[in-house]
């Protein structure tokens, strides 16, 4: 089947899962439904993607600026920075974000 298909493959993730479920819809949250307390409890601040777990991303950010980006072929980068992008999606989805 199409990778891009709209319907639906596999169950739905579990609100204790990767992500959080939307409380009527039971589907995962968008990241910007994410960001609103009243519907994620596993983000009380109300973090938006962009400026959640700022200590890992910017880990991230600088192994890429130092090992160069994933979409260079002749980079490591990809293996040099794997366990800190691993970090920052944990960090992320303890959120309920949807990565």
């Known amino acids: 089947m ?3 298909s709209s319907s639906p493959q ?3 993730v579990p609100a204790e899962g990767p992500v959080s479920l939307h409380p009527s819809l039971g589907r995962p949250l968008s990241n ?3 960001a609103d307390p009243k519907l994620n409890p596993r983000n009380p601040e109300g ?5 959640a777990c700022p200590e890992t991303k910017k880990a991230r950010d600088d192994c890429f600026l130092l090992h160069g980006s994933n979409a260079d072929s002749s980079s490591d980068s990809q293996d ?10 944990a960090c992320m989805r303890k ?3 949807n990565v």
Do not use: N
């Not at 973090?47 to 400026?51: A, I």
């Not at 040099?80 to 999606?89: F, G, L, P, S, T």
């Open 47 to 51: 973090l938006k993607p962009c400026c």
């Open 10 to 12: 596999s169950a739905p």
């Open 80 to 89: 040099k920075c794997r366990e800190i992008v691993a970090q920052h999606r």
């Open 2 to 4: 199409w990778p891009f």
């Open 95 to 97: 959120l309920g974000l």
């Open 32 to 34: 910007s439904e994410a």
